[in-house]
């Protein structure tokens, strides 16, 4: 199904990040390269300038560090997909953070057992499919370590996360029944179109520096076609691909796994390197492709025509997307509640102006009748 789904709280930030980070491993063959995350930001900020408590309540306590480790998630995922966030938004994203944070607190006050045991099998779901995402456990650790998270620290963070989204579901008594799952999918039927994939190996010798992106001299160059050229040779005389991809390639998130790759869509990579695949018939391999990452050799292992995806293996994910799509209607009323029964203070000056403003809009664009 395509990514329409809206998240009520920052449960898909953390899994934003690595994403990103997953996708950064691969750059070279794709179109989402991203500078090395800063991922110890956070920290030299608080021993620079310490971390202050920026609000309170009953059992609540949000710190600077907390937050900043959100917002530095939020850059580095649209980082990683060529965009920046404007200077301009970005108060406002930190107050919107700064709520979720202060409502998951809250909410975790509130969670039953029932609610805890939904978070942990959500949350196990989640960290399940960002391993499927990374390839390996190596993979994975190799994420994880980029933005300065321990595995339990990320367990902790999702589990949380969860807890809080069943935990306003229930207390909200938000139900979605069968007929309105079907009938989301009868009436959405470009939202299950399954694009057509290609799943490749591929040999990548740079020709620019991966650090810096900086191009390689002439004689650089030209030396790396000849090694290219010479690779091509042997895995036309014979020679395992996956071998030669493992020696010779130097693109690090496929080179420890015989140069595959996930399998992809149109538009996910640069369109040398597209072209070509989306070209080619199974078991084949492509001549010397030139695109600006380098040189590279592609092997196709299978091609999925597109396809609409099949009811029962959306049914699950509808049903999530409904309940969040009505939590979100009802989330607004019931959260500025539990926030005003627990004196909730921002002590931060520009933090408070920008909530303040925040719901002075939402009250001006409230519909007529509404509290």
């Not at 509130?110 to 949350?123: E, I, L, P, Q, Y």
């Not at 010779?248 to 998130?253: F, H, K, L």
């Not at 030139?290 to 509808?318: M, N, Q, R, S, W």
Request: charged share 20%.
């Amino acid at each position: 199904m395509k990514n329409k789904m809206k998240i009520v709280f920052t449960a898909a930030l953390t899994v934003a990040l690595l994403a990103s980070r997953a996708e950064a491993d691969t750059a070279p063959a794709g179109t989402n390269a991203v500078a090395n995350t800063n991922a110890s930001s956070s920290a030299t900020m608080a021993s620079l300038f310490g971390d202050p408590v920026i609000a309170k309540g009953k059992g609540v306590e949000v710190k600077q560090s907390a937050l900043d480790e959100v917002v530095l998630g939020i850059k580095s995922a649209a980082a990683a997909h060529n965009q920046t966030i404007p200077p301009s938004q970005l108060l406002g994203i930190e107050s919107q953070m700064l709520n979720r944070l202060i409502q998951i607190q809250l909410l975790l006050q509130k969670a039953t057992a029932a609610d805890k045991a939904a978070g942990d099998a959500k949350a196990e779901e989640q960290l399940t499919n960002l391993l499927a995402r990374a390839g390996s456990q190596e993979a994975f650790d190799r994420q994880l370590k980029a933005v300065g998270m321990t595995p339990q620290e990320l367990r902790t963070k999702i589990t949380q996360e969860a807890t809080a989204t069943a935990t306003l579901t229930r207390e909200l008594g938000v139900t979605v029944s069968d007929a309105e799952v079907t009938n989301f999918y009868a009436s959405h039927p470009t939202d299950f179109e399954q694009p057509e994939t290609v799943h490749v190996r591929h040999i990548l010798l740079l020709t620019m520096d991966p650090t810096t992106h900086a191009p390689l001299t002439a004689d650089q160059v030209a030396a790396k076609r000849k090694q290219i050229d010479d690779i091509l040779k042997r895995v036309k005389a014979g020679e395992d691909f996956a071998t030669l991809a493992t020696q010779y390639s130097e693109d690090p998130g496929s080179k420890t796994k015989g140069g595959e790759l996930p399998p992809f869509s149109h538009g996910e990579m640069v369109p040398q390197f597209e072209a070509a695949a989306f070209s080619m018939q199974t078991n084949t391999v492509s001549d010397v492709v030139t695109t600006d990452y380098g040189f590279h050799i592609i092997k196709l292992l299978d091609k999925t025509p597109a396809e609409k995806v099949p009811f029962a293996k959306v049914t699950e994910k509808i049903r999530d997307f409904l309940i969040q799509q009505k939590t979100q209607e009802k989330a607004p009323e019931y959260l500025a509640g539990l926030m005003k029964a627990a004196d909730v203070e921002i002590l931060d000056p520009d933090l408070k102006a920008a909530a303040a403003a925040a719901a002075a809009a939402a009250a001006t664009n409230a519909p007529a009748g509404s509290p």
